[in-house]
């Protein structure tokens, strides 16, 4: 970690994260009332600069939350995705890099308390379901923002954290892939479907409701304010 100490401003600290044989990119935001830190899981061909993310978190960090933004490919991975296209749905190892990115957020000395919940979008979600699954006992709530849920669809009977799905009312078809999801999911769960939105809710208004309807989940489920 580039950082040490626990900040008392919302600086944002650059962090570097081994997983496995390669090391990833993040910014991360201590939690200022809270304990509890929301992981962001991009989707596909996008990072951890992606506008609407950033903006989701920072609503999110302004009722007191921490977030972690990151990169699960390297830059060189990034650059053979952008020929290929294979790594960005290659699911697995998105997951493996969520998992293993948690694992050192829970072994962190800084870090090792707080509540995590992840914040999933497009493929993103997928990965960010499949890692509740695995860390239960770690993992406190789920928010997918125009997820592709469908993707983890073996691993959502595993998935023990609470799970809000949010769809836009006009990507008819993440709406069907959403709710085959959600019938899968066993644990605490909500479907919302924000009217007039696209894939991307680039809809006037529209990002702002996904970003409060997270921001409300996230307090109810892994900070009490």
Known sequence: MT????????????????????????????????GALVVFAHGSGSSRHSPRNQYVAKVIRDVGLGTLLFDLLTPEEEMEDEQTGTLRFNIRLLAQRLIQVSDWLIHND?????KIGYFGASTGAAAALIAAAELPDYVWAVVSRGGRPDLAINALPGVKAPTLLIVGGDDTEAIGLNQKAYESLKSQKKLEIIPGATHLFEEPGTLEQVAKLATNWFIQYIAAL
């Not at 008392?8 to 994260?17: F, G, L, M």
């Not at 800084?110 to 707080?114: D, K, L, R």
């Open 3 to 34: 950082q040490r100490g626990k900040p008392a401003t919302k600086e944002e600290h650059s962090i570097q994260i081994p997983a496995g044989d390669v090391i990833l990119e993040g910014d991360l935001y201590y939690p200022l009332k809270t």
């Open 110 to 114: 800084e870090t090792s308390n707080y």
